[in-house]
């Protein structure tokens, strides 16, 4: 059973527009949310966290939203770039864990 | 700086055979972890190291499975028997915490098992 949902395989998006990538998680004992980007042969890559306390984080054009109530999370990259196009993991983790459950990815495609 | 590094980054083995795959963290980091990613899904957690403390193997699939960290630095995950169904790509992070922060992790190693 899926803890961690990414139900959008994949997304287009035009070069300069918004990429929106959305989560859902199950277990509301998930206190630790993380984003992680993959490139072919590439391990993943950390991207950006955001604690259970907080329902926004920011860094540079990437910006992730926690909604509590809906088991929802979204990672919002603006403008999306090229360099973008990889395959977004979700993850998540519990309090006093340490391993992380990850989301089946989505794959994001940025538009030329 | 170096990164995690793992080898062989490619292993084809026949069904029956041993494997071991190994695992170079960022020197210093405390935290080791192992997950299994299959075709088409996103890494599952296999073990946890502190140091050379193995803390959790709950992921680990079967008793087949068994990895090592004797030093607190290297690791190896070893898979006796290995299966069809053990084909996949094993990924290795490093962390200089505890915890499920700050996991850097490595290229990975594509197992076939024929």
């Known amino acids: 059973d899926q803890q961690v949902k990414q139900n959008s395989p994949s997304l287009s998006v035009q070069e300069g527009r918004i990429s929106i990538l959305n989560c859902d998680y199950t277990?509301?004992?998930?206190?630790?949310f993380l984003w992680y980007k993959k490139y072919p042969a590439e391990g993943p890559t950390f991207l950006i966290s955001?604690?259970?306390?907080?329902d926004k984080n920011e860094d540079g054009r990437f910006t992730v939203f926690l909604n509590k109530s809906a088991k929802h999370l979204s990672l919002h990259i603006v403008p999306s770039q090229p360099g973008d196009s990889a395959v977004y993991f979700c993850?998540?983790?519990?309090?006093?864990?340490?391993?992380?459950?990850f989301g089946k990815g989505t794959r994001l495609h940025i538009l030329p | 700086g170096a990164g995690v590094s793992q080898s062989p980054r490619y292993k084809v083995a026949k069904r029956g055979q041993d494997v071991a795959l190994r695992c170079d963290p960022i020197?210093?980091?405390?935290?080791l972890f192992w997950y299994q990613q299959a075709l088409g899904q996103g890494p599952e957690f296999l073990t946890y190291?502190?140091?050379?403390?193995?803390?959790?193997k709950s992921g680990l699939p079967s008793d087949r499975f068994f990895a090592e960290r004797p030093e607190g630095s290297v690791s190896t995950l070893k898979i006796q028997r290995t299966q069809q169904e053990d084909s996949a790509v094993y990924l290795c992070?490093?962390?200089?915490?505890?915890?499920?922060?700050?996991?850097?992790f490595g290229p990975g190693t594509r197992l076939t098992v024929t």
């Open positions: 992070a490093s962390s200089p915490l505890g915890g499920p922060y700050e996991q850097y």
């Open positions: 277990n509301s004992m998930f206190d630790y």
């Open positions: 955001i604690s259970s306390i907080k």
């Open positions: 993850a998540a983790s519990g309090p006093r864990d340490d391993k992380i459950i």
């Open positions: 020197s210093g980091h405390v935290s």
């Open positions: 190291f502190q140091n050379e403390a193995q803390l959790d």
